[in-house]
C-alpha cells in the first residue's frame, strides 16, 4: 500500500522532472533534493539528479548520487550509461567502459552506449576498438550523426582516410548544420590534396557559424599548402579574432609570414605563441630561426643554448632543419632528427609487395616540389640529361608548383617520365610509384620546406635514399642510404647518420655546366662598391651568417684596410641590424656593401668585381660556393662536423684548392688577411681555378652521373643479393 509520504515523494519527483525537461535546472534540484531528503534511496531521484549534475559539469557529485541508484537498482541500462558518462567527464575511461558494457549487456538496443563506449576507447588511444563501437552504434541507428562524425575521426587517425572522408560525408548528410562536422571534412578532404573540395566545406562551415575559428585554421592550411601565404593570413587573422587564446592560430600564422620573407612580424606571432602557451612545440625554434634570418641577435646565444639543453635532455623538440642553422655538431643534428622522427613520422609502412626487379634497366625516381628555377633544380639538370638511358629508367615526382618557367620545360624534357603528383595524397603516389616498380626512390627534399617525408615513411620503393636537398641525417629507419663524399661525411662520421653512407669518390654535389653567365663586365661603382680596395663577399642567405663567423669577417675588416665585405640581401632589417653589429665591433657599418637580387646570369657576372668569397658557419655555402667557383671566385671555408658545415670544403677539394679550407676560424681569418695582402698568390689561386674547370672533378658533371649511376647499381645489386645495407664506398 502506498502511504502518503510515498505518494508526496513522486509528486515532487514528477514536478523535478518536469522542470528538468523543460531546462528550469536549478528549480529541478531543488525539488530532487526534496525528494531524497525524505527518501534518500528513490531511484529516479537519485539517477536523473545525478544526470542533471552531469549536464551541469558537476561529474563527481553525478558519480556519487548514479552510484547510489544503482545499488538500489542494479539492472537498470541507463544509468549504467549515465554513470559511465560522468566517469568519462572525470576522465576516468577504464571504468567508464566497464559501465557501458554492463549497460550494453542490459540492453542491447542503447545505440548512446555504443557511441560514448567508442569515444572513450578512443581516448584511450584504442582507435580500432572505438571503431567497432561506432559501428555498433551505427547499426542500430544509421542515421546518428555523432557516430557518423566520430567514426571518421577513428577512421582518420588510423589512416583509412578515403573511409574518414565518406563517414565525414555521411555525418553533413545527416548534419548539414553542423559546422563541426563540414570543418572535419575540410580537414579530411585536405589530407588528401582534395583542396577545393576542403575550401568549399570550410566556407559552408563559416556561413553556419562566423566565429568558428576551427574552420578558418583550416582554410588556412589548406592555403598555406597552395603557398597562398597571404590569403592564409587572412584567415588566420580571423580565425584569431574568435579565438585569441588558441596559440596554435599565431603559430600557423607566425609560419605563414616566415614564408613571405616577413620575418619580423613573424617573430611577433611566434611571440604571442609562447605568451599563450610557453611550451609550444617548435614555436622558439623557428622564432629563434626567424630571428636568425633577420640578424637580430641580441640575446641570441642564450635562446641558442636553451635549445641545445632541450636537446640534450631530450625535451621539447628542435625541426631538423633549425638545428643546421645553429650548430654544426652531427651527433646534436642526429639527436634531435631521431626525436622529430619519433615525434611526427608516426606512419605506418604501407606493405610492399614484390620482390627486387631482375634484369632490365634500373627504375629511379626523384622526388621533389623544386622541378624549377630552384637551386636543386640547377644543381641536379645536367646529371639527369646525362644519365644513361640504357640502364637507367628515370622518373620525376613533382609535388611543387607548376610554374613552367624554362627550368620546369627542361626537366620536363629531360627525364623520360615527369609525373604532376602535387594533387595527390601520400597514399596515391606511393601507389603510384609503387605500380610502376621503381628500384630505387630518391628523396631530394628531406625536411626542408614543403618536403613531404611520409611519402618515404610510407615505402616507396625497396631502396629509399636522401640526396642533395637536405644536408644531413633523415634520423629515420625508412631511408636506406644517404649520397655523400669522404669530406662532406668522414668515416669517424658516419656513426652518426642514420642512413648508411653512398660515398662517392670525388665530390657527391652536381652541377650544370651548360649554365649561362652574361657578358657584362661590371665596373665596381656600378654595383655600389669602392673603385679601390680589396672587396670580400658572401652571396650566402642572412640565415647563414652567424654571429660568430660575423665577428671572424669583422676582424678581417679592421686588419685589411679600405676593404670592403658584400653581401647579398633586399631586407632592409637586414641591413640595418648588420651595420649595426658591425659598428659594436668597431667597423664602420658603411663597409658592408648590400647587392639586390638580380637575374641568376648577371649575379653570375657579378662575382667577377669580388676578390674572395668568406664561406659562414655553421651552415655553409651550398649552390652559392658552386656558384662563385663556377663564375672564377676563390671559396675561403672552414669545416665544422657536420655534413651543412662541410660542404664547401668538399667543392674546393674537388675543385684542386684544398689550400682554401681552413683548420678551424683562426686559420681562416689568417689566411683571409693574408691573401688580402698578397695581390700575386690570390691571382695565381684564380687561374688554376679558371684550369680546373677543364677537367677537375667539380667541374666534370659526366664523371659525377657515372659514380651516382655505379653508386645505384651497387646498392641494388646488394638488395638484389638479399644483403643488408652497408657503406658503399665507389672507388
Not at 548544420?177 to 577545393?196: I, P, Q, V, W
Not at 629507419?477 to 668522414?490: E, G, K, T
Not at 663577399?537 to 678581417?556: A, E, T
Request: glycine share 6%.
Amino acid at each position: 500500500m502506498i502511504d502518503d509520504s510515498s505518494r508526496s515523494a513522486e509528486a515532487k519527483f514528477q514536478q523535478a522532472f518536469s522542470l528538468h525537461q523543460q531546462g528550469r535546472l536549478g528549480e529541478a534540484r531543488t525539488f530532487y533534493e526534496q525528494v531524497l531528503r525524505e527518501h534518500p534511496a528513490h531511484f529516479n531521484a537519485l539517477h536523473m539528479f545525478g544526470v542533471l549534475c552531469l549536464q551541469s559539469g558537476l561529474a563527481q557529485p553525478a558519480v556519487e548520487l548514479i552510484a547510489i541508484a544503482l545499488r538500489v537498482n542494479p539492472n537498470h541500462a541507463l544509468a549504467h550509461h549515465h554513470y559511465a558518462s560522468a566517469l568519462c567527464q572525470l576522465q576516468r575511461y577504464e571504468p567508464a567502459i566497464a559501465s557501458y558494457d554492463r549497460a550494453i549487456a542490459l540492453d542491447g538496443q542503447l545505440a548512446d552506449a555504443y557511441h560514448a563506449r567508442g569515444l572513450a576507447l578512443f581516448y584511450l588511444g584504442k582507435a580500432a576498438a572505438a571503431l567497432d563501437s561506432y559501428n555498433h552504434a551505427l547499426a542500430l541507428d544509421p542515421k546518428k550523426g555523432a557516430a557518423l562524425y566520430n567514426r571518421g575521426v577513428a577512421l582518420a587517425e588510423m589512416g583509412r582516410e578515403v573511409e574518414a572522408i565518406a563517414s565525414f560525408e555521411a555525418a553533413v548528410g545527416v548534419m548539414p548544420n553542423s559546422s563541426e562536422a563540414n570543418t572535419l571534412l575540410g580537414h579530411a578532404l585536405r589530407d588528401r590534396r582534395r583542396l577545393k573540395a576542403a575550401f568549399l566545406c570550410y566556407d559552408r562551415a563559416v556561413a553556419l557559424d562566423v566565429n568558428y575559428a576551427a574552420a578558418y585554421n583550416g582554410g588556412g592550411l589548406a592555403l598555406f599548402t597552395l603557398r597562398r601565404f597571404k590569403e592564409a593570413i587572412a584567415s588566420y587573422d580571423k580565425a584569431i579574432a574568435s579565438s585569441p587564446a588558441n596559440a596554435e592560430l599565431h603559430f600557423n600564422r607566425a609560419q605563414a609570414l616566415d614564408a613571405l620573407g616577413r620575418h619580423a612580424e613573424a617573430i611577433l606571432s611566434y611571440d604571442q605563441t609562447l605568451r599563450v602557451d610557453p611550451a609550444f612545440k617548435y614555436a622558439a625554434a623557428l622564432r629563434l630561426k626567424a630571428r636568425l634570418q633577420i640578424c637580430d641577435w641580441p640575446g641570441i646565444d642564450q635562446e641558442i643554448l636553451r635549445l641545445i639543453a632541450n636537446i640534450e635532455q631530450d625535451e621539447a623538440g628542435v625541426p631538423p632543419f633549425c638545428v643546421l642553422q645553429f650548430s654544426s655538431s652531427a651527433r646534436l643534428q642526429q639527436k634531435a632528427t631521431e626525436k622529430w622522427v619519433r615525434e611526427e613520422m608516426k606512419l605506418k609502412t604501407m606493405p610492399l609487395t614484390g620482390g627486387a626487379q631482375s634484369g632490365g634497366r634500373l627504375r629511379i625516381g626523384y622526388f621533389s616540389s623544386d622541378f624549377y628555377q630552384h637551386a636543386v633544380a640547377y644543381q641536379l639538370a645536367e646529371v639527369i640529361e646525362l644519365h644513361d638511358r640504357s640502364k637507367f629508367e628515370v622518373s620525376a615526382f613533382s609535388f611543387g608548383p607548376d610554374t613552367q618557367d624554362a627550368m620546369r620545360r627542361r626537366l620536363q624534357v629531360a627525364f623520360e617520365h615527369f609525373l604532376d603528383v602535387r594533387e595527390m595524397s601520400d597514399e596515391e603516389i606511393v601507389r603510384l610509384a609503387r605500380d610502376r616498380q621503381l628500384d630505387i626512390a630518391i628523396d631530394l627534399k628531406g625536411y626542408t620546406q614543403d618536403a613531404r617525408p611520409g611519402l618515404f615513411a610510407r615505402r616507396l620503393a625497396p631502396l629509399q635514399v636522401n640526396y642533395l636537398g637536405y644536408s644531413g641525417t633523415m634520423g629515420a629507419s625508412f631511408m636506406d642510404y644517404i649520397v655523400a663524399d669522404a669530406a662532406v661525411i668522414p668515416v669517424s662520421s658516419r656513426e652518426f647518420y642514420r642512413e648508411k653512407v653512398l660515398c662517392l669518390p670525388a665530390c657527391f654535389f652536381p652541377r650544370d655546366s651548360t649554365r649561362a653567365i652574361a657578358d657584362e663586365v661590371y665596373v665596381r661603382t656600378e654595383l655600389g662598391l669602392p673603385s679601390t680596395g680589396f672587396v670580400f663577399c658572401c652571396f650566402n642567405d642572412s640565415v647563414k651568417i652567424s654571429p660568430r663567423i660575423f665577428d671572424v669577417w669583422m676582424q678581417i675588416l679592421r686588419r685589411v684596410d679600405a676593404s670592403v665585405l658584400w653581401l647579398r640581401t633586399d631586407d632592409r632589417t637586414v641591413v640595418d641590424n648588420l651595420r649595426a653589429e658591425a659598428q659594436r665591433r668597431g667597423v664602420d657599418g658603411n663597409r658592408l656593401i648590400f647587392a639586390p637580387r638580380i637575374s641568376m646570369p648577371q649575379h653570375l657576372a657579378r662575382h667577377r668585381s669580388a676578390d674572395l668569397f668568406l664561406d659562414s658557419l655553421p651552415y655553409n655555402a651550398h649552390a652559392t660556393a658552386s656558384d662563385a667557383l663556377s663564375a672564377g671566385l676563390p671559396v675561403l671555408s672552414s669545416p665544422g662536423e657536420g655534413f651543412a658545415s662541410r660542404v664547401a670544403a668538399s667543392l674546393l677539394r674537388a675543385a684542386d684548392l684544398a689550400e682554401l679550407v681552413a683548420s678551424d676560424l683562426d686559420d681562416y681569418r689568417e689566411i683571409a688577411v693574408a691573401l688580402a695582402g698578397d695581390p700575386a698568390r690570390l691571382a695565381s689561386i684564380k687561374e688554376r681555378l679558371l684550369r680546373a674547370h677543364l677537367g677537375a672533378p667539380l667541374f666534370d658533371t659526366r664523371k659525377l652521373t657515372g659514380d651516382l649511376e655505379r653508386g645505384y647499381q651497387t646498392i641494388q645489386a646488394r638488395h638484389r643479393a638479399g644483403l643488408a645495407t652497408a657503406h658503399i664506398d665507389i672507388s
